[in-house]
């Protein structure tokens, strides 16, 4: 697993931090990931789970039933549209 750095701004937090790691609903390509890690009895950070610090966790939970990919979208969507402002 990736060391906890959260995918939107980039800062680093310890574990123990109110920030963390969120699993997103699975793709197909998911479970063929999983397939394949128990496979060859492989370790490492699902395709489907980000880690998200303490100021982007909270909305990135809310949006934990959506597949990651669309979950990014309005996640990176929104930090721009704070950007902006």
Not at 51 to 68: D, P, V
């Amino acid at each position: 697993m990736r060391p906890p750095e959260c995918v939107i701004c980039g800062n680093d937090f310890e574990p123990g931090d109110k920030g963390g790691v969120l699993n997103f609903k699975k793709r197909f390509s998911d479970y063929v990931w999983e397939r394949k890690m128990k496979r060859i009895g492989g370790v490492g950070h699902p395709p489907y789970a980000e880690w998200f610090c303490e100021e982007h966790y909270t909305r990135a939970e809310e949006l934990t039933s959506m597949t990651i990919n669309k979950a990014m979208e309005i996640l990176r969507e929104e930090e721009e549209q704070k950007k902006s402002k």
